[in-house]
């Protein structure tokens, strides 16, 4: 019996995470991105600063009509919204806040991690597919071309610090970790961010969905509910982003009173890279899709490869 309370206690807490913490994402991304740009964003909606605004938005979308494009494939447009999003409430099971504190502890967890969350990018690609509309299916092309070129240099940077700790066990990873790795992993934490933020097409790498290029590219057709689960599969993508961050390259749970405190150094450190994420869309302009390929082939990946080759010198001369 306390095997089936303590696997009711984490399902409800990795559905709580995923519920709150995108919207706590996209509620900071409001006002952190009002102050950059020196104006004062939602301040309206529930009082105090404007907290509820995102409640609100969520109701404004309720109320929309649910329209679906008479020559699209209704079954994949349907579906597309839900492979957005539901890969990345799967992938916060496996990604701990603390030793124990974890949905499922998986042995390659680092590797189904990845895995899963690069399965919400397929959702983009079947909306743009399926929309029967020019700017739909030419952001769907940009999405597919942007996985193709990222996911490369994630993983292997990724691959890096597995390497170092010996295991593929995020908890394992967290364990291992020590803070010369800020020095040591640098190229590779640059690479995993760069890739992540543009593997979730955020600017400056939000070519699919440019609206002064192709309106909204995959998601011009959408609209109501489903134009919002696409909104929030964005939110969940930069948590994944950024609790992933803090687990194989910041330590996550290592801190000051980390036996007591451990969870909460993870989140801090989640909060700390979703800002950065933030902080690149208010301070870069949008690149070119050329540009886009170059970054990833002639610069991300090089940089992870030697990362890569640097790590095994390093553990085969410690080992």
């Known amino acids: ?23 706590l994402v996209g509620q900071t991304e409001h006002k952190v991105m ?30 929309k009509e649910d329209i679906t494009p008479a020559a699209a494939d209704g079954k994949v447009f349907r579906l597309a919204p839900a492979i957005a999003l539901v890969p990345y409430l ?5 990604i701990p806040l603390a030793p124990g504190v974890v949905g499922a502890d998986l042995d390659a967890g ?11 990018v397929l959702g983009t690609l079947m909306a743009g597919w399926s929309s029967a509309n020019k700017y739909a299916l030419l952001g769907g092309l940009r999405t597919a071309a942007q996985l193709l070129s990222y996911e490369l240099p994630i993983v292997l940077a990724a691959s890096s610090v597995a390497m170092a700790a010996g295991t593929l066990s995020l908890t394992g990873i967290g364990e291992a970790w020590q803070p010369w790795w800020l020095i040591w992993q640098l190229p590779a934490l640059v690479c995993f961010v760069v890739g992540g933020v543009a593997e979730i097409t955020r ?10 290029e ?6 011009t057709e959408y609209t109501g509910l489903r134009f919002a689960f696409f909104l929030l599969s ?18 996550a749970w290592q801190g000051p009173f980390s036996d007591q405190l451990g969870w909460l150094w993870t989140l801090l450190k989640t909060g700390v890279v979703a800002v950065l994420v933030i902080w690149i869309r ?7 899709e050329d540009q886009l390929q170059l970054l990833a082939w002639k610069v991300l990946v090089p940089l992870a490869l030697l990362q890569l080759a640097i790590t095994s010198v390093v553990v085969v001369a410690m080992g």
């Open 90 to 94: 799967v992938a916060m099971v496996a």
């Open 234 to 251: 964005e939110y969940a993508g930069i948590v994944v982003l950024s609790a992933l961050t803090a687990v194989l390259f910041l330590g």
């Open 214 to 219: 192709i309106v909204f590219g995959p998601y």
């Open 1 to 23: 019996m306390s095997e089936v309370v303590e696997t009711l206690v984490r399902v409800v807490g990795v559905l709580a995470a995923f519920l709150v913490l995108p919207l």
């Open 203 to 212: 600017p400056p790498f939000d070519m699919p969905v440019a609206d002064s």
């Open 282 to 288: 208010v301070a870069w302009p949008r690149l070119r």
């Open 34 to 63: 009002a102050h950059m740009q020196g104006r004062l964003g939602p301040m309206y909606a529930g009082g105090f600063h404007g907290w509820a605004q995102l409640v609100a938005d969520g109701v404004k979308f309720l109320q």
């Open 110 to 120: 680092l590797l189904f991690v990845l895995a899963v969350s690069a399965v919400g």
